[in-house]
């Protein structure tokens, strides 16, 4: 599995990460995450495109790419503090699905395997089957639980005729036993998709899932708090799976299956940060970036975003695992900094500095 870079553009890493290759040990020995692109988009039911999303999310910044991203609220820098580095794209050809899954699923084992935390960039969301079984594989088949932001369930039995689409990984991991049914909790389902026959499936296999409704008559917090007593109960990791589709379209245009009413990206963004600094993740991914269907680059930044909130919670659980202090997301932005303003009014002109 020689590294091929960017199936569809130029060799350029996340943000400026240094480049890894699964197939040299040594590139991956240090690694605390991997990065890996899926740009697959033969699952697609409606529009395509998202073979292109490894690609944007990578690209899309205003920042230089230098492989240093402080975040202001947690106080950490994730891509310094951690060691992150890029393997490239997984070759992925559309029209041999089930090749291009075993491919992503070796891919992902393998970085398991190496002690790191794979974060695969999609690519729509068929990848997830590869993805979370990869994981599972290593930690331990059912013993991983899956956090999942979409718009749609993904629990189709079958996809115009076939086994493998967008819209069934959810289904077969929970057939072949990697994740458990009971241990699935699904956030932000809303529109006219799946019918009732795939919702009965779904509560036979207790899953828990939380339609856009109770996410807004109970607020996104205390969903989250009830998902994650789930998600930890005999469970050792947790894999999260981010459709951007989640976000209401105005905020994310670029993806396959728009579907209004959906969460902001400023809910999308704190829950992947809470997920990450409060979850033991075993590994994420982020999927359906449809470039050709985006608007101003705005479904690729905040895809990005995505992933860099993951990446500062888990620098930030580290950081305080290691007995280190750490920054509250809410604490004031300057407090404890050398040369902290007070919380008194400026002085007029032409007092003295010194209240003398």
């Known amino acids: 599995m020689a590294r091929i870079g960017g199936m569809y553009g130029p060799d350029a890493t996340f943000l400026g990460v240094p480049r890894a290759d699964l197939d040299d040990a040594g590139s991956l020995a240090a690694a605390d995450l991997l990065i890996i692109g899926a740009p697959f988009d033969g699952g697609t039911s409606h529009r395509p495109g998202a073979r292109f999303g490894p690609q ?211 809910q999308l963004l704190d829950a992947v940060r809470r997920i990450a600094m409060e979850m033991p993740l075993a590994g994420m991914d982020v999927v359906e970036v449809a470039p050709p269907y985006d608007h101003a680059e705005i479904t690729a930044f905040l895809a990005g975003r995505v992933v860099l909130e993951a990446l500062s919670g888990i620098a930030w659980r580290r950081r305080r695992a290691a007995g280190e202090p750490v920054r509250q997301p809410h604490d004031p932005l300057l407090s404890g900094r050398t040369g902290e303003a007070s919380s008194g009014p400026p002085p007029g002109p032409g007092a003295d500095p010194g209240g003398g």
């Open 56 to 266: 944007a999310i990578r690209f899309t910044d205003y920042i230089s790419h230098d492989g240093s991203r402080p975040h202001l609220a947690l106080g950490v820098d994730p891509l310094a503090e951690l060691r992150v580095a890029d393997v490239g794209d997984v070759e992925m050809l559309s029209g041999e699905t089930e090749t291009a899954l075993r491919r992503l699923e070796d891919a992902v084992h393998r970085a398991c395997e190496a002690g790191a935390l794979p974060v695969i960039l999609g690519g729509d969301h068929t990848i997830a089957l590869p993805d979370a079984t990869g994981v599972a594989r290593h930690v331990g088949w059912g013993r991983v639980s899956v956090i999942h932001f979409d718009a749609h369930a993904d629990t189709g039995d079958t996809q115009w005729g076939s086994l493998y689409g967008h819209g069934t990984p959810m289904r077969r991991l929970i057939e072949s036993g990697a994740v458990r049914g009971d241990r699935f909790l699904q956030l932000g389902l809303r529109g006219y998709w799946p019918g009732p026959e795939t919702l009965d499936w779904m509560a036979g296999q207790r899953m828990r899932s939380y339609e856009m409704s109770e996410v807004v008559a109970r607020g996104l917090d205390e969903c989250l708090t009830e998902a994650f007593a789930i998600a930890t109960d005999e469970c050792d990791g947790v894999f999260l799976s981010v459709d951007v589709d989640v976000v209401d379209p105005g905020m994310a245009p670029g993806t396959g299956t728009p579907e209004p009413g959906g969460l902001t990206a400023r």
